[in-house]
């Protein structure tokens, strides 16, 4: 299709030569274009494909690799490297990140080139050896943190600690002297163009924007870290390890990160906050309105108690969207369903299940719904709620069928406790503890990656 315009246009087609791709003086990109795959880690969709980009960095003293591609196009990265280097000249591996699309040919590699030295991040050695399942004393390396250096004669290797983004173990490389930042995940996206360079690629900035929300999103506090890091550094050319590589004003990705990571901020920061009010939204579906009047004596309930702002949506409409970035912005989410056929319905669960864009610590969730005989979807959203580690203080409320005078002010009752938890006044219910949380908050689930 558009693959021979892009040869046509850049000069440059990786694709056919399968050379290695210059990018700064003793600097080539040694990576592998994916133009069919259509869905990355199984929930990514990719338009035109993928590139997994790995770099090789020559210095007075030897070779440095940066990342490798994912085993099926091993053969290319090897053909790429062998363009412009011996494997006796490889002096250090470096490994931003452990997915298996930037390590497939590592343990070839290791076998080709046996004197260069692992360089991972600090949290990256069990990552490593669950990947490499080697016994102890076969696998050797070195970690590195932020503004650790590596040496390659004339030239300096930094280190940036970046973690969870888009793993525990992620850091970006510094080549200090060409201002080069070899950025792992950070700043990709899936768009394979064989024209390689942000100049010279089609428009893609939605696939840059869509691999942001779904892949970073989750981790904005750690993008705020890592920004920390980058912005301050000179930046000649961003090398990330998927899409194009940035090197016309790299500097507008990294203020679009910053963008991206404060954006759908509703309330300026600290509107709440500096007002003293928390804020609770409650969502509720209602089939003969039952489910709807206790979620107005819910939103009663808690407008009783000064300092809570409360927002009031019936999912009717089925839309899901538009409410993320409400909820991320939330101290509290109430939900209100009725019971159909054992279960909660099913736009409380595609609500839901659009949060895993969403940091949601701290938040504190609740349940609550009118039912018929058996009343299983307030305790089923209790345990999903735990589940997205919001904490549930206060026990969910059912009320069989129309809600009585007593079961309305019941709801009105459990939405002012619901306020009182959020404001921290709360006196009689005790907090239930959330399941075991990593530092993030976020759950990876690494026995997947087989
Ligand atoms: Fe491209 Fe998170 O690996």
Redesign the pocket.
Known sequence: MIREQHTNLSGISPGQTEGAVSIADGVHWIGAMDPNLRSFDMILRTANGTTYNAYAVRGSDGVAVVDTVKAEFSDTFFRRLESVTRYSEIQVIILN?L?P??TGALPELMRRAPQARLIISQRAPAMLKALLKPSDDELDYDTVNTNDEISLGDRRLRFLHTPFL??PDTQCTYLVEAQILFSG?VF?CHYCDERLFNDRVGDFRFSFDYYYAHIMRPFKAHVMDALKLIEPLPLKLVAP??GPILRDRPRRYVARYRELSTAGQIFEPGFLAGTEQRSLIVFYMSAYGSTARMAEAVCAGAESVSGVRVSLYDLEGGETEPFVDLIEQADALAFGSPTVNGDAVKPIWDLLSSLAVVDLRGKIGAAFGSYGWSGEAVPMLEDRLRGLKLRVPVPGLRVKLIPTVDELSESREFGRRLAEAITGRQGSSPAVETADDDDNGQVIDFSELG
């Open positions: 990140h997915e699309d930037h888009h793993w995940d990709g390890t998927h």
